[in-house]
């Protein structure tokens, strides 16, 4: 009994070294950012950007601290005197996001410091796509990581909302996306403490996608090179759906559960009305928008090239005019041809959306381009909405979302 008790205590104290050297590299990340920043911000301004910082990785070494007990294999109960790859890559989203709050409180940065913000968000998310694949890969998915993770989870989006909102890239609803998660968490609490029934919400494709959709909108429109009104219009289009989403699953949790199977049972009497619809959404709707914004970026494109355009500005965060509008034009033109052809499905769509970008820093943004604008994000929301393979110009059976149109508190099926 003394032996495990031993060991059980060596292996804790294995685990306070590796949190104190923690608490070290967080100092040092602190202090090289603050010298970084010196190159361009004044003493006031850096040192709030240190603070602020500084407050949220004190957070993050408070969660792990905490969370140091519960370092064990969630399937078997192994307890690990280290933290494993995964929980490494939690840490470091722990400094990315910890830097992009100090912004925060900041006034927008110009010059190499704007490309900061969207850079860390974009680092962010990659990471989060790696710290449980990692955790997974090395058989070290522990309840430490799991607490770590989710104390993470959804502060990028609302710093990212804040952020943006400051600079005036998005108006104010934005906000809402940022604080959608913690509403639900809060409501969540709120009914627990109530007394009343917290119900789980089904797995979802859809509300992967509507996610992972939001977070590369706003990674992208944090870069310093995307402006109004094209940023508040592809802002509509993928963050609408998004609180759409949000409402239903906010209802779900309430015990108001909405099932599709009842409105396609309420369309039975009109099969062949419905069957019509559904091949003209699934089929033509999208080969025809891709004709359409192929016509209007040739068009576009002809217009340009066989003219010499005339920039407002001379320089732009991408360097000079010329450069930037030579990006703008190869980025308009990998996404015609891919999306035309068919040929990287969404990813044309995305490059559509960076061209329009580039277009409203350096040229007038006409009719034409709020059509591109529109018809590149209903491309790249298809998929996401409708199930269609738009790479292939194929349709493909949507999945049903799982809803049930029931009143559980209650106990009684409507439908």
């Not at 450069?323 to 769509?349: D, N």
Request: hydrophobic share 55%; proline share 5%.
């Amino acid at each position: 009994m003394n032996q495990k008790t031993d060991a059980a205590a060596e292996q804790m104290g294995a685990l306070h070294k590796r949190w104190l050297l923690t608490l070290i590299t967080f100092g040092l990340f602190l202090w090289g950012m603050n010298l970084i920043l010196a190159i361009d911000w004044s003493t006031p301004i850096r040192w709030s950007w240190t603070m602020v910082a500084g407050v949220f990785c004190a957070y993050v070494l408070a969660v792990l601290w905490k969370a140091l007990p519960l370092n064990y294999r969630v399937e078997d109960g192994v307890f690990f005197p280290y933290f494993g790859m995964g929980n490494l890559v939690s840490l470091f989203r722990g400094w990315l996001l910890a830097a992009l709050a100090g912004f925060i409180i900041a006034p927008q940065p110009s010059g190499w410091l704007a490309w900061l913000p969207g850079i860390l968000y974009i680092s962010n998310g990659i990471a989060d796509l790696f710290d449980g694949y990692l955790a997974r890969r090395s058989h070290q998915v522990t309840v430490m990581g799991a607490r770590l993770d989710m104390s993470l989870d959804g502060l990028g989006v609302l710093f990212a909302s804040l952020l943006l909102y400051r600079y005036g890239v998005l108006p104010s609803w934005i906000l809402i996306v940022g604080m959608a998660r913690f509403i639900f968490l809060f409501i969540a609490k709120l009914r627990e403490k109530l007394g009343k029934p917290v119900y789980e919400l089904p797995s979802s494709d859809l509300r992967r996608a509507f996610a992972g959709a939001q977070m590369g909108f706003l990674g992208a429109v944090l870069l310093p090179v995307f402006t109004p009104p094209s940023t508040i219009w592809a802002g509509a289009f993928f963050s609408f759906p998004f609180l759409l989403n949000f409402g239903r699953d906010l209802l779900w949790m309430c015990g108001i559960q909405l099932d599709f199977a009842v409105f396609q049972r309420a369309l039975l009497p009109f099969g062949e009305l419905t069957t019509q619809l559904k091949s003209w959404f699934f089929d033509w709707l999208p080969f025809g928008l891709r004709l359409g914004v192929g016509y209007a970026v040739s068009k576009q494109l002809w217009d340009w090239l066989s003219t010499s355009p005339q920039f407002p500005v001379a320089w732009t965060p991408l360097g000079s005019a010329q450069t930037h509008y030579q990006w703008m034009l190869l980025f308009y033109g990998i996404g015609l041809v891919s999306v035309v052809l068919g040929l990287i499905g969404r990813a044309g769509a995305a490059c559509l959306l960076i061209g329009v970008g580039l277009q409203q820093g350096i040229l007038p943004f006409g009719g034409l381009g709020m059509g591109i604008l529109v018809i590149a994000c209903l491309l790249s929301l298809f998929r996401q909405w409708c199930g269609i393979d738009l790479g292939a110009g194929r349709s493909v059976n949507p999945q049903p979302l799982g809803w049930t149109l029931e009143c559980t508190s209650a106990g009684q099926v409507l439908g």
